[in-house]
Nanobody
Framework: QVQLVESGGGLVQPGGSLRLSCAAS????????MSWYRQAPGKKRESVAV????????NYADSVKGRFTISRDNAKNTVYLHMNSLKPEDTAVYYC????????WGQGTQVTVSS
């Protein structure tokens, strides 16, 4: 059974940093590209970052380019999202998703950027 467990969210001041983690199980993690999405209140879920299965290529939404970095550790079945220079508009619930198993979602982790 595919399971995705996000963690690492919290309350942070503008300009601060956080590292999100997503522990995956139930599928061949090293064979699947992975992505991070976010959903702010009243808005649609949007893709934030994508990383290929081996980690050799990444892609980012324009709104986070240069501030966020996606990475993965295939030995630990974990994908990360390093977030720097956080802005209030980054406030959202963040989710990871396996591109090979797009129907499965974790519970998400709340990120709140506020002074």
């Amino acid at each position: 059974q595919v399971q995705l467990v996000e963690s690492g969210g919290g309350l942070v001041q503008p300009g601060g940093s956080l590292r999100l983690s997503c522990a995956a199980s139930g599928f061949s993690f090293s064979s699947s590209a992975m992505s991070w999405y976010r959903q702010a209140p009243g808005k649609k879920r949007e893709s934030v970052a994508v990383i290929t299965s081996a980690g050799g290529s990444t892609n980012y939404a324009d709104s986070v380019k240069g501030r966020f970095t996606i990475s993965r550790d295939n030995a630990k079945n974990t994908v990360y999202l390093h977030m720097n220079s956080l802005k209030p508009e980054d406030t959202a619930v963040y989710y990871c998703n396996a591109l090979s198993w797009p129907r499965y979602w974790g519970q998400g982790t709340q990120v709140t950027v506020s002074s």
